[in-house]
């Protein structure tokens, strides 16, 4: 015998729906009542928690210069002093602000959102000084430990040789890469590196004047012996298994997966990835040359390089430095020029920073 099943009646249903659900007018109710306050309340934490990161950082800053090195009473003791001073600081402000807060809130509601939301203004057009640029560094530096005072050193290495170059010599450089540069920013994409790192390498390979050099090098990135899985890879990517290494697109593809194969070679290190490239697969590359001598970084590994070409990747950068420039500015400013170096700095380095 099959049950029949139960029915509920419509208006069951209706009603549990109902109940269910909540009421528009109770929503609209809540919103009026909460939603302002939490609107102010928010226009007022959030300037003000961004102007204190900005003073935090600017401060911890300022003291990493003023208190650099290692003696204990002439450094880290004064930098401790410049931090708890600075939490004092914070602390009174907070409670000066809660004391000036009802005051305002008798004269409106919205006079402490207001106020705060100024204050957050004026930190935030601050942010955006070399002032505060070069405050960031610093304590970008004093965080980063070794690893950090290794890039920023290389950085200004890249700076110096950008600050002793022919800008004339340069700007024809540039000149002659913009017939490539479509091609050679596609390239970049597919392989995901870096477009003006890439430019780069093109002008320290070729100065952008494509031919076959005594060393076997040929084209825009004098490509000699890539590894066989790049020239696969490129080959499966055009469609094509015969490679033209003289045609300026497979020039360029080979080029970006060659140098990308050497940063993963590297685990990502900027300069070991372009340093590998130029020294190439023979004798088993630069990883042979590392793991020979113990060598674990850019730093440690040059004088073990002799009469290789260890100030490639300065070249390749320097280049790259102005390929940014150009793009950014439409010229090549002098680097020594008016703050033009604080300037410049705050571009930054491709591969190393971007653009701010």
């Known amino acids: 015998m099959v049950k029949q099943a139960t029915k509920i009646k419509p208006n069951k249903i209706a009603a549990k729906i109902k109940a269910r659900a909540p009421k528009k007018a109770e929503i609209q109710a809540f919103l009026s009542k909460h939603g302002r306050k939490a609107l102010l309340f928010g226009g007022e934490v959030f300037p003000w928690l961004g102007t204190t990161l900005v003073l935090v950082i600017a401060c911890l800053g300022r003291a990493?210069?003023?208190?650099?090195?290692?003696?204990?009473?002439?450094?880290?003791?004064?930098?401790?002093?410049?931090?708890?001073?600075?939490?004092t600081v914070l602390f009174v402000g907070f409670k000066q602000w809660m004391k000036a807060r009802p005051p305002m809130l008798?004269?409106?509601?919205?006079?402490?959102?207001?106020?705060?939301?100024?204050i957050g203004l004026g930190a935030g057009w601050f942010s955006l000084s070399l002032e505060f640029h070069r405050d960031l560094n610093n304590l970008r530096l004093l965080v980063g430990?070794?690893?950090?005072?290794?890039?920023?050193?290389?950085?200004?290495?890249?700076?110096?040789?950008y600050r002793r170059t022919d800008l004339a010599q340069m700007q024809a450089l540039?000149?002659?890469?913009?017939?490539?540069?479509?091609?050679?920013?596609?390239?970049?994409?597919?392989?995901?590196?870096?477009?003006?790192?890439?430019?780069?390498?093109?002008?320290?390979?070729?100065?952008?004047?494509?031919?076959?050099?005594?060393?076997?090098?040929?084209?825009?990135?004098?490509i000699t012996?890539?590894?066989?899985?790049?020239?696969?890879?490129?080959?499966?990517?055009l469609g094509d298994k015969t490679l033209d290494w003289r045609n300026m697109r497979h020039n360029a593809l080979?080029?970006?997966?060659?140098?990308?194969?050497?940063?993963?070679?590297?685990?990502?290190?900027?300069?070991?990835?372009?340093?590998?490239?130029?020294?190439?697969?023979?004798?088993?590359?630069?990883?042979?040359?590392?793991?020979?001598?113990?060598?674990?970084?850019?730093a440690s590994?040059?004088?073990y390089l002799q009469n290789l070409p260890r100030d490639y990747p300065i070249r390749v950068l320097t280049a790259?430095?102005?390929?940014r420039l150009y793009r950014l500015e439409g010229k090549l400013p002098r680097y020594e020029e008016g703050n033009n170096a604080m300037r410049i700095q705050r571009i930054g380095i491709p591969g190393l920073s971007k653009p701010g």
């Open 64 to 87: 990493a210069e003023s208190f650099s090195g290692v003696g204990l009473w002439s450094s880290l003791i004064p930098f401790a002093g410049a931090v708890l001073l600075l939490s």
């Open 106 to 118: 008798k004269y409106s509601a919205y006079l402490p959102a207001i106020m705060a939301g100024l």
């Open 145 to 161: 430990g070794v690893q950090e005072a290794e890039r920023a050193t290389l950085s200004h290495q890249v700076y110096a040789a």
């Open 174 to 222: 540039v000149e002659r890469a913009k017939p490539y540069e479509a091609t050679i920013r596609e390239a970049a994409s597919l392989f995901e590196v870096d477009p003006e790192v890439l430019l780069g390498i093109g002008a320290a390979e070729s100065s952008f004047l494509p031919r076959d050099s005594k060393d076997g090098g040929r084209g825009l990135f004098q």
């Open 225 to 237: 012996a890539p590894p066989k899985i790049i020239v696969e890879r490129v080959s499966r990517h």
């Open 254 to 298: 080979l080029g970006a997966a060659t140098w990308r194969h050497y940063q993963k070679e590297m685990k990502n290190d900027l300069f070991l990835s372009l340093l590998a490239y130029n020294i190439g697969p023979k004798n088993g590359g630069l990883l042979s040359i590392m793991r020979q001598y113990g060598a674990r970084d850019f």
């Open 301 to 303: 590994v040059q004088p």
């Open 320 to 323: 790259a430095l102005a390929f």
